[in-house]
């Protein structure tokens, strides 16, 4: 029976990448719980965030041949976990009826250019909005949000403690739901049963 060489994460994906299963499952468990609290964290509740992460995972496998082993696995795993919540909330909408203020919103089979341009617009104003977070903040969510680092190794990188991080993360995420409360209304009415 042949040892898995785990020295490296760059290792393992490159096993990975190859086909091996046991580098898939050991992959799985390192990352199960990160992505499934990264999903936590951006979904509505009506959204099952083990369902997403199982879905990203069967993604992973399918296209395992995109990975580069020299590139950061997680930012590739959290970057399709970002599409899959995209596509779980444009199938949403595509479902239901909603109205927002006094204007309603009745077409139910919105286009695929429609669902991408207000994808795009709100991902612009989510950059705009992260943009005008003051520096140190700013890092420490990109870290968090983009590279998938959890609370302590952002503490470590940056020599302080995991409160101030946890703290600041909050005040960013804060910042921008209140920025962004005409999509929160949006999907409050998407999801609302």
Do not use: C
Not at 11 to 29: K, P, W
Not at 60 to 70: A, H, L
Not at 99 to 124: C, N, P, R
């Amino acid at each position: 029976m042949h040892k898995l060489e785990l020295n490296t994460e760059k290792e393992l994906v490159t096993r990975f990448i190859s086909g091996d299963q046991l580098a898939f499952e050991l992959l799985f468990h390192r990352y199960k719980n990160k992505l499934n609290g990264f999903v936590m964290k951006l979904a509505p509740s009506q959204i099952d965030p083990d369902e997403v992460v199982q879905k990203v995972f069967i993604k992973v496998w399918i296209q395992r041949d995109k990975v580069k082993p020299e590139k950061s696995f997680s930012s590739f795993l959290f970057t399709i976990a970002k599409h899959e919540l995209v596509d779980q909330l444009r199938n949403a909408i595509n479902r239901k009826l909603y109205f927002v203020g006094d204007e309603a919103i009745s077409d139910l089979l919105i286009s695929d250019s429609t669902a991408e341009t207000a994808k795009i617009e709100l991902e612009e104003k989510v950059t705009g909005l992260i943009e005008k977070l003051p520096d140190r903040r700013r890092q420490i969510f990109e870290m968090s949000r983009y590279n998938g680092l959890t609370y302590r190794q952002i503490a470590e990188e940056l020599g302080i403690s995991e409160n101030t991080v946890d703290t600041q993360i909050r005040l960013a995420l804060n910042f921008i739901r209140k920025e962004v409360t005409k999509v929160k209304v949006i999907l409050l009415a998407i999801f609302s049963k």
